[in-house]
């Protein structure tokens, strides 16, 4: 490294954000960006570990363990700070397709297992990833690239969420002619309408990239579904030389619970969806939260943009419901660096909800009973009650309620964000292509294909729910193997 000590002279610096109360007006990211001069201070930190762990996209206890794309990361810290960042977009782009979405929504593994970070805060790589790519979009290196030849085969891909786009781009590296296939409105999946605007700009940086793809001669067909009336599987069978099903896990866990069927319980993802829509096509219809009572059953980051996304309406109050216990500040002894750190966090949404209402909005070791209606049909309450963690006969851990705290909660809109079962089923099995048994279509992960010749399956529909760099990693392997069965060998990495 061009600066051996800079991991013992400076401290962690992150961007601000906009404030709380100021960003709640608008649909804007709300990320702010450090100047040159500091971002090179922070790639001085990365301290030439000798062994490094952030780029080795590995599951240790069943989590992401450094990077799953192999981000060159040590490479590129030390090109920004010698300010080489022609270079340093060139090590990123080698790697990574995507990293102006990786730089603002991946929850940056990478960090977690940075050898610094063992003993001091880690190395801020996920926005000096992001600077890399806004610098290189700025200065016009970021070009359609187009393939020297043609093979002349011609590749589906069902699905344009992050493993769609990836599977594509490489695809269409190799000379493929590349068609993806979208139900929605506009290309981009869950990077377009499942993640809110404020964390993922949909204009100005999901379009940007999707207009530079069709530049490079990839054709996005949206307000399609496969396997309907819009496009026969046997037409798609017959007019591609190869499929790629990047459809996600789109299939929502559901809470039955008495109450289910009353006005006003809605899964978060159509919430969000629609609401994106609405940003997207003024006059578009979604599901307020305005003058509501919200509350939203699930902890994760989909329950956060929830929370965000209601907070922008102005809801009259939102509660959060996480059955799981409050994470340790710090790392427990069963959680050793490189592992992911299971630590308590304060997400973005969390900190709105406290700048607005005065606390964070979470309530841990509770779960919901019972959702209560009115007269209307319309829900009302929320009956809940404290949970503790037990080993049951099996000698498994499951919730178990605490007698005496049961609570009754006021509710007049309830959001189920309690994850996702696996893909849906209606086009899997129009194809005759096998599951496992959580539902997700059968391949090998590094192989990607499934039991049907010339059809891989890439990303949370193989994989079930999961971290779109996981996503973007997939995506990338199942083109690789693609491009072997077409031509009979691949150069795609």
């Not at 700070?81 to 270079?87: A, D, F, V």
């Not at 009259?316 to 308590?344: C, G």
């Not at 080993?391 to 178990?400: I, L, M, S, W």
């Not at 893909?423 to 194809?431: D, K, T």
Request: net charge negative.
């Amino acid at each position: 490294m061009g600066k051996p000590t800079g991991f013992m002279e400076y401290l962690r610096e992150l961007p601000s954000d906009r404030e709380p109360l100021e960003r709640l007006k608008d649909w804007d990211e709300f990320h702010l960006h450090l100047p040159e001069e500091k971002l090179r201070t922070q790639g001085a930190r990365c301290m030439d570990c000798g062994i490094p762990f952030c780029h080795t996209g590995k599951l240790v206890s069943g989590m992401a363990c450094g990077c799953p794309v192999n981000n060159l990361i040590p490479e590129f810290n030390d090109l920004v700070y010698r300010g080489l960042w022609k270079q340093a977009y060139d090590r990123l782009s080698r790697t990574n397709n995507f990293p102006e979405f990786t730089g603002r929504v991946c929850p940056a593994p990478c960090e977690g297992s940075c050898t610094l970070g063992a003993s001091e805060p880690a190395v801020t790589i996920k926005n000096i990833e992001v600077s890399i790519i806004e610098r290189a979009w700025d200065e016009g290196w970021v070009t359609p690239t187009l393939p020297q030849v043609r093979t002349g085969k011609k590749v589906a891909v069902v699905g344009s969420g992050p493993a769609g786009l990836s599977a594509a781009e490489q695809l269409n590296k190799a000379g493929h002619q590349v068609t993806v296939f979208e139900r929605a409105p506009l290309p981009g999946g869950l990077l377009m309408y499942g993640i809110p605007n404020m964390k993922l700009d949909k204009q100005n940086i999901v379009m940007r990239r999707i207009r530079l793809m069709e530049q490079e001669q990839i054709a996005f067909v949206c307000n399609t579904s496969i396997g309907g009336a819009d496009y026969p599987v046997e037409k798609l069978k017959s007019e591609f030389d190869a499929v790629v099903m990047a459809t996600g896990a789109t299939l929502p866990r559901d809470l039955n619970i008495e109450g289910r069927s009353l006005q006003g319980i809605r899964f978060a993802m159509d919430f969000l969806t629609a609401n994106t829509k609405a940003v997207l096509e003024k006059g578009s219809k979604f599901i307020s939260a305005q003058g509501k009572d919200v509350i939203i059953i699930g902890g994760g980051d989909t329950g956060t943009d929830c929370v965000a996304t209601s907070l922008r309406h102005g809801c009259n109050s939102v509660t959060q419901l996480e059955i799981m216990p409050r994470s340790p500040d710090t790392r427990a002894d069963d959680n050793r660096w490189p592992e992911w750190p299971k630590t308590h966090k304060v997400d973005y949404g969390q900190e709105e909800a406290a700048a607005k209402f005065g606390a964070d909005p979470r309530v841990f070791l509770t779960t919901a009973t019972k959702f209560e209606g009115d007269a209307e049909g319309k829900v009302k309450a929320v009956h809940t009650v404290q949970v503790k963690w037990e080993k049951n006969a099996q000698g498994q851990f499951v919730p178990t309620p605490v007698p005496g705290t049961e609570e009754v909660r006021p509710a007049s809109l309830v959001l189920l964000a309690m994850g996702f079962l696996g893909p849906e089923q209606e086009l899997p099995a129009a194809l005759g292509l096998e599951r496992d048994g959580r539902s997700n279509i059968k391949a090998d992960y590094g192989r990607y294909a499934t039991n049907i010749p010339g059809v891989f399956a890439a990303g949370d529909c193989r994989r079930g729910q999961s971290l779109v760099v996981w996503a973007f990693n997939e995506g990338r392997g199942a083109a690789r193997e693609c491009d072997r069965f077409l031509m009979g060998d691949t150069e795609l990495p």
